[in-house]
């Protein structure tokens, strides 16, 4: 009897260790990669450049935003240049623009956070584009920043440059160190702004919306009377800002002498001045040889 109850727990040991083993193999083999449905989806690739760019029909939208861009593909530049009317590429690696001519129908152009500079960017003609944002790049010279945009966009209504040197806006009133600015220093900065706010105005008669605010009819007047003022003293000003540079930069190689180098020992060396000498008469030989008749 012990032993016939021995072989019936063995034998359900044995099922019990069968039936797990059946569902190990199955639990096992469900859990293995699917290799060929990863396969057949291999054309979906994330980092497909071509992916990037997302375009809506309705908009006539074309956006690539937060990538690592400098350039636009040429399959982009085939599928969607000539429809896109709103181009927005912020948060990429641009520093040149020769790429966007091929948008001839663009009304918005948005190249916010790039690197785009004085040196690097030439704006290429867009005979219809009516806003333009350029924050948080990296231009310094506003006067040859608004000549390019006046001359490539004859339309233009709506500018943004906050965020460049060359836009002496400040958003907050601490400055860059971090400590508080007093009244005068925002009064300065206030003044300022307004000076390259009146420049823009005049230089570029079509805006309507400068950064972060509307353009009003006072503004619009001060700049008409004082545009070409302000323009020439500006210039006034970088020509001498520039001088100014010229001559550190000599004065970086030796002070000036107006004697020639010593090192050639060999060449005589003249120079010119004034000496004070007073006559007092004393040691004069001019009349030892004179008679009192004489005199």
Do not use: W
């Amino acid at each position: 009897m012990h032993s016939l109850s021995c072989y019936f727990l063995l034998h359900h040991h044995f099922e019990a260790l069968t039936i797990s083993s059946d569902y190990i193999s199955a639990y096992s083999d469900s859990a293995e990669p699917q290799t060929e449905n990863l396969s057949s989806d291999s054309t979906i690739n994330p980092t497909d450049e071509e992916n990037q760019f997302i375009y809506d029909e309705d908009s006539e939208r074309l956006t690539c935003v937060g990538s690592t861009f400098d350039d636009i593909p040429q399959s982009i530049i085939d599928a969607y240049a000539s429809r896109a009317k709103i181009l927005d590429l912020s948060k990429n690696h641009f520093r040149s623009l020769g790429c966007v001519k091929n948008f001839p129908n663009l009304e918005e152009l948005i190249l916010d956070d790039n690197q785009l500079d004085d040196v690097h960017t030439r704006f290429p003609k867009l005979p219809n584009l009516q806003t333009l944002t350029l924050n948080k790049n990296r231009f310094q010279d506003i006067y040859k920043l608004v000549d390019q945009l006046r001359q490539a966009y004859p339309t233009l209504i709506y500018l943004s440059l906050l965020g460049n040197e060359a836009c002496p806006y400040r958003i907050s009133s601490v400055s860059s160190n971090g400590a508080d600015l007093n009244s005068f220093a925002q009064d300065r900065l206030e003044e300022e702004y307004q000076r390259y706010r009146h420049l823009l105005i005049f230089r570029i008669p079509t805006l309507k919306f400068l950064d972060a605010r509307d353009i009003n009819a006072n503004e619009r007047r001060i700049a008409t009377q004082l545009g070409d003022i302000l323009y020439s003293i500006a210039e006034t000003k970088q020509s001498q800002s520039n001088a100014d540079d010229d001559d550190q930069k000599s004065s970086k190689r030796g002070l000036y002498s107006p004697l020639p180098s010593a090192a050639n020992q060999s060449q005589a060396r003249t120079s010119f001045g004034k000496v004070r000498h007073t006559y007092n008469g004393e040691g004069s030989q001019g009349n030892k040889f004179l008679r009192d008749g004489d005199l």
